[in-house]
């Protein structure tokens, strides 16, 4: 059977798209790929995009945890010590952390973009992955979390 490379990329709906753009490359680090009408593609990386963001205006719905459709999509980085740096980082651009998790081989962080979108920020050590089961807690906490 065929299947799949990878994920590649995530396209999200929002009220205004220059507010979300200014999120997403001061917050996370995307740069702007495109522009096409409404639409703006951004990317962490060369590649295409791996984020399009949509404008719908300001009379949309809000998002709702009530309904089917996305809980999050997550963003990885290199390392812990990356990882405790966007703690750092989303404190000081006063993001609300939602909440923080952990396994036995990765840690991550939760919280919404400004129109709610859900969004994670995790580290996964792949060696621990392949030798470590699921439960537990990763071995090193994040410091500065607000909650």
Not at 38 to 49: C, D, G, M, N
Not at 139 to 145: K, M, S, T, W
Request: proline share 3%.
């Amino acid at each position: 059977m065929a299947g799949v490379k990878n994920l590649g990329h995530a396209n999200i709906r929002v009220r205004d798209v220059e507010r979300s753009e200014k999120f997403y490359t001061e917050v996370l680090g995307l740069h702007v790929v495109q522009r096409r009408g409404k639409t703006v593609f951004l990317s962490a990386r060369e590649h295409s995009h791996e984020l399009a963001i949509g404008a719908m205006g300001d009379d949309v719905l809000e998002p709702d945890e009530t309904r089917i459709g996305t809980n999050h999509f997550a963003w990885e980085v290199e390392s812990f010590d990356q990882l405790q740096e966007m703690v750092h980082h989303l404190n000081s651009k006063g993001v609300d952390i939602l909440r923080s998790r952990s396994n036995n081989f990765s840690t991550g962080l939760y919280f919404n973009d400004p129109d709610g979108n859900g969004l994670e920020i995790y580290y996964e050590d792949l060696e621990a992955f392949r030798s470590q089961p699921w439960e537990g807690k990763y071995p090193r906490q994040l410091e500065g979390l607000l909650h």
